[in-house]
């Protein structure tokens, strides 16, 4: 079994920047994906970034140069940093971890982006 743990979200001007957090804890096993969804409001969740446990990344279209995502391996997190938000990012934002055919989600944590 397999439990994230996300951190991070909070309310941010224009412009600004965000680091969300996610703690995988449990049981890892290799090959695996990290990654980070979000729902804007009252639209559907979508994938926001992936990264693979090999290191390969791949990003919406929509936050590709704002963006990162990375993996602190020691520490089995999976880390999503924000830069030059904007008001489209506002939204729940859900960590995910897919190994062994299984698919597991965070609760979620609210980034808004103010104008």
């Known amino acids: 079994q397999v439990e994230l743990a996300e951190s991070g979200g909070d309310w941010v001007q224009v412009g600004g920047s965000l680091r969300l957090s996610c703690v995988v804890s449990?049981?890892?096993?290799?090959?695996?994906?990290g990654g980070w969804f979000r729902r804007p409001p009252g639209k559907e969740r979508e994938l926001v970034a992936y990264?693979?446990?090999?290191?390969?990344?791949n990003y919406a279209d929509s936050v590709k140069g704002r963006f990162t995502i990375s993996r602190e391996n020691a520490k089995n997190t999976v880390v999503l940093q924000m830069d030059s938000l904007k008001p489209d990012d506002t939204g729940v934002y859900f960590c995910?971890?897919?190994?062994?055919?299984?698919?597991?989600w965070g609760q979620g944590t609210q980034v808004t982006v103010s104008p």
């Open positions: 995910h971890f897919f190994q062994s055919d299984s698919n597991y």
């Open positions: 449990g049981t890892i096993f290799s090959p695996n994906i």
């Open positions: 990264i693979t446990s090999g290191g390969k990344s």
